[in-house]
């Protein structure tokens, strides 16, 4: 079992910044890679960013050059820093981690709000 707690969204004016943390709890060693998605009202669920355990990452065109993830084992804990954040980053930010095992489902957070005003 794994479990994962978002925080650290809120309200913020285009062009700010937020960090979001995704605290984690269980067996870590049973997970593979961890990642950020995120669903707007009326959209589905997209991939914001992923993060392997050797710490390469891949991120979606939307976002790069203004979100970072980042991953701190000593904290058990999986950032994503946004930067520069305009109206459509708004949405519902949800911690995300891959199961080593194929046949295992994923690991999903509860989600954390991010709004962006225009």
């Known amino acids: 079992q794994v479990q994962l707690v978002e925080s650290g969204g809120g309200w913020v004016q285009t062009g700010g910044s937020l960090r979001l943390s995704c605290a984690v709890s269980?067996?870590?060693?049973?997970?593979?890679?961890m990642g950020w998605y995120r669903q707007a009202p009326g959209k589905q669920r997209e991939l914001v960013a992923i993060?392997?355990?050797?710490?390469?990452?891949n991120y979606a065109d939307s976002v790069k050059g203004r979100f970072t993830i980042s991953r701190d084992n000593a904290k058990n804990t999986l950032y994503l820093q946004m930067n520069s954040l305009k109206p459509e980053d708004t949405a519902v930010y949800y911690c995300?981690?891959?199961?080593?095992?194929?046949?295992?489902?994923?690991?999903w957070g509860q989600g954390t709000q991010v709004t962006v005003s225009s």
């Open positions: 995300n981690a891959r199961p080593r095992l194929a046949t295992r489902r994923d690991y």
């Open positions: 269980g067996n870590i060693f049973s997970i593979n890679a």
């Open positions: 993060i392997n355990m050797g710490s390469s990452t």
